[in-house]
Structures are given as structure tokens and as C-alpha cells.
């Protein structure tokens, strides 16, 4: 409903800029992490791959009885440097630990802020919500005031058996049924699940995200 993101959008967000601010610093700084253990990985395949080429053309030159010590320069720097990336993963690893718990703390102060930003708006939705019931009453009480009112007029009044159908809508009750789901005073497991089967309904009804 436009109303409801109208509320959202005015009260909600903005209540919540700076938990969710924070989080996702948080969260592309694990991302960045991620994306720089990938890269070392890689390197650290191709200085395994190196390695073994070296090795072997280390072996040949001792089996040819030729100098070694070239391939055995490069694989000295070879080993080197895989000893280097294999430490720079475990430092990232140690980093990710760290922005893991940051980030878990981060969504938590996000829960509680949202939790806190959508308890603030509870008064805009009640007043919403009596506003809609008051109008739909108001319908229901016009429409029996105007038909009394056409009885008068007529100086005839209806049947009780036709009074009693004309005027009550109980192919209505399916609406205040579900409603039920969060105004009566159900147990809060119970109210969660019916509040979730009937939004499913309603998602499956008019073709919206429950």
C-alpha cells in the first residue's frame, strides 16, 4: 500500500540509516577480503605449478651432471613466495574472523533498531487501521439507515425473516476472521503463524510478495 511505504520511506529508512550504514561497511569490507583470498589463491596455484616445472628441471640438470643452480635460484624464490601467499591467507583469514564478529554485532544493533523504528510506527498503522474500520462501519450503518429510512417513506417495514438478511452482510466474516490474526489475543507462536498463512493467502489472491 502507498501508505504504508509512504510511512516507510518518511520514518522507517531513516531510523535505520546509520545501523544499516554500518553493516555494510562492514560486509563490503568482508567482501573485499574475499575477493583478495581468491586472488591469492590463484597465485598461490601458480606458484605450486611453478614449483613442480622447477623441481623438475631441477632433477634433470643433477641427472645430466649440469649447474643447477639457476632452477634452484628460482625455485628457492618460488617457494618463497607461496610460503608468502599461504601468510597472507591465514592474515586474511584472521581479518574475516574479525569482521564476521563485527558484522554479527552490527546485525544486531540493526534488529534492535529495526525492531525499534517499526514499534514508532505502530500508532500511524492502528490510526490507519480504526480509520478503514470506522469507514467500513460507517457504510454498513448508512446503508441500514437508508433503507429504514426508505421503509418509512413506503409506510410498510420488512418482514423480520427479510430484515434479517438484508442488512448483515455475513459473507463478510472471512474479512474479520483474518484480521482476528492480529488483534485477537492468541498466543504469540499461534498469531505468527496465522498472520503468515493468512499474508500467503492474500500474496496468492492479488499476485504480491507475502
Known sequence: M???????????TPAISKQVADRNIITARREHIEYSRQGFLKKIEGAQEAIKALELSLDNKIIEGKSAEEPLSKLNIRQGEL?????????LADEDTEATIAERKANTALSAALGAALDSLRPDVQALVEGHLEAA?????????????????????????????????????????RLGAWLEGCGE??????????????????????
Not at 509512504?6 to 522507517?12: A, G, P, Q, S, V
Open 137 to 177: 462501519l460507517a457504510v454498513l450503518i448508512a446503508f441500514e439507515n437508508a433503507g429504514h429510512g426508505a421503509e418509512a417513506a413506503c409506510g410498510v417495514e420488512l418482514p423480520k425473516e427479510r430484515d434479517l438478511t438484508v442488512y448483515r452482510f455475513l459473507n463478510l466474516g472471512d474479512h474479520f476472521k
Open 83 to 91: 610460503q608468502a601467499y599461504e601468510r597472507q591467507i591465514q592474515r
Open 2 to 12: 502507498n501508505t504504508i511505504k509512504k510511512l516507510f520511506d518518511e520514518k522507517l
Open 189 to 210: 507462536d499461534m498469531s505468527a503463524i496465522r498472520r503468515r498463512e493468512v499474508r500467503q493467502q492474500w500474496a496468492g489472491k492479488n499476485k504480491i510478495a507475502a
